[in-house]
């Protein structure tokens, strides 16, 4: 029961919800892009991926400086209610706007987003 009441309240907010369905239209984000979508602070970002993590929802992975989240699949027991969150989803007016912003998003490199969030002296020689 504790998996399912972690599971319900990372997706209880509404931008970890708009991360989720982002990530179902894009096998993988940085979490510079997330940061661009929900124009929130870095720290702000961290901590709801820090929820969808800790939920066993998202897998992330570091490289280098940069931490790339992704859907966690490879759990079997949440295939349906990925099913479900999907099809809620396709429906919905402001996962389209996340959408359309995306693609503008995902254009930009995550160096670029970078200069343009923290400035350019977070990439020093980049």
């Known amino acids: 029961m504790d998996l399912m009441i972690s599971t319900f309240k990372a997706l209880s907010d509404r931008n970890r919800l708009r991360v989720f369905g982002a990530l179902f239209e894009y096998d993988e ?12 602070t870095g720290a702000t970002a961290s901590r709801h991926m820090g929820v969808l993590v800790a939920a066993g929802l998202v897998k992330s992975k570091k490289d280098g400086r940069w931490v790339y989240y992704r859907l966690n699949r490879s759990n079997e027991n949440l295939t349906g209610m990925f099913q479900w969150l999907k099809a809620g989803f396709n429906a919905s007016i402001d996962i389209e706007k996340d959408s359309i912003a995306l693609k503008e998003i995902t254009l930009v490199s995550p160096v670029d987003l970078c200069r343009k969030q923290r400035g350019e002296e977070c990439c020093p020689g980049k």
């Open 29 to 40: 984000l940085c979490a510079c892009q997330i940061i661009e979508l929900l124009q929130v």
